[in-house]
């Protein structure tokens, strides 16, 4: 079988780690070939890795319907002979559907909610919509996203696959005696950033010494508006901007616990990975993230920082057999519900059932 999966940026996100994983878990036999629609970005080398290809277009993300794009995935589909496309993200959907050409088309839809109501984005939105009918399956990455794609008048009923990680080396004893936090999201509303520093403000006034690293797109000093939010929280010297990182493992064997601050969110790949390295989570009760909370001390109401920070704070008032064995949940709950081969097992199951008989 050979699949291209089409996604557009190499950054750091729940989408592009569902195609590694994909690609980890590839049946020998297959070929994984992965067009980016932006330009090369810190996933880049990982991305070469599991792929036997990788072609960039090197488009903005004001572009709606480039015919760079579309005239590049129609010739990686005839040159490869691509038996199925895979797209993610929305504007990536729009190129499939808009490049002629018989392959499969399968979409993932990793959303739970519509954040722009006018421009672009909306535009793309109401057209992938519009021409859903045009693919072969199309999957939510979690019942919350399930109910999304319905909202938004899909032509076809879709299915469900939970994303899934890579379940490596951890350590019960990481963080033990760390004040550190990560959060891990790009620069978005919807990622609700002021929550967070708000939340880290409020702690501090009993764990000074608590410190945040935020890694993800726009997440960088010389972004203006994340400087001027720090500013106004009176965070310059407890937050460290890291940007798009390309090895989340570095931030998590280093913290304490990680934090979900969103106002919306579907089922956060990052969450997924942190409970993978024995992190437990701290999260806003939004879309399926109570699904990444060991326990209801860890779960709180979107936008109310004064409950956020009671969560991280319960975090540091662990003893240390008690924040072990919250690790130990944690990592319990990663091999339970989001093992990667699980998630590939369901992807390839589904791509053979769309594909005639041989």
Not at 26 to 46: C, F, Q, T
Request: glycine share 6%; charged share 25%.
């Amino acid at each position: 079988m050979r699949i291209l999966h089409v996604v557009n940026d190499a950054q750091t996100g729940g989408a592009q780690t569902l195609i590694e994983a994909l690609g980890r878990q590839k049946n020998p036999a297959d070929e994984i070939h992965l067009l980016v629609l932006m330009g090369e970005g810190s996933l880049s080398p990982r991305f070469a890795e599991i792929a036997d290809t990788v072609s960039y277009v090197g488009m903005s993300r004001r572009d709606i319907i480039p015919l760079r794009a579309i005239r590049t995935l129609r010739r990686i589909i005839r040159e490869q002979r691509i038996d199925l496309v895979h797209s993610h993200l929305m504007q990536s959907d729009l190129m499939s559907l808009l490049t002629p050409g018989r392959a499969i088309r399968v979409s993932t839809v990793h959303s739970s909610a519509s954040y722009e109501t006018r421009g672009a984005s909306h535009l793309v939105r109401r057209l992938v919509a519009k021409f859903s009918g045009r693919f072969d399956a199309v999957v939510a990455c979690s019942p919350s996203a399930l109910e999304y794609i319905r909202s938004l008048g899909y032509h076809l009923e879709p299915s469900v696959i939970l994303n899934g990680t890579q379940l490596g080396d951890w350590s019960a004893e990481n963080g033990a005696e760390s004040q550190r936090f990560v959060h891990l999201g790009r620069w978005h509303v919807v990622k609700d950033h002021n929550n967070l520093f708000a939340a880290l403000s409020l702690l501090l006034k009993d764990y000074p010494e608590a410190k945040l690293d935020c890694a993800g797109l726009g997440l960088e000093a010389d972004n203006p508006e994340v400087a001027e939010l720090l500013q106004r929280h009176k965070l310059s010297e407890e937050v460290t901007l890291h940007g798009s990182v390309s090895n989340v493992k570095l931030l998590f064997d280093e913290s304490r616990a990680m934090v979900i601050s969103s106002s919306h969110e579907a089922l956060p790949m990052s969450g997924i990975e942190a409970l993978s390295s024995g992190l437990p989570v701290v999260t806003t009760n939004v879309g399926d993230c109570p699904e990444l909370a060991i326990g209801p001390e860890y779960l709180v109401e979107r936008s109310n920082p004064e409950q956020l920070a009671a969560a991280m704070r319960k975090t540091l008032e662990l003893s240390s057999r008690e924040y072990r064995r919250s690790r130990e949940e944690a990592r319990a709950r990663a091999e339970e519900r989001f093992d990667e081969r699980v998630t590939a097992q369901n992807y390839r199951k589904l791509y053979e059932s769309l594909l005639p008989s041989s």
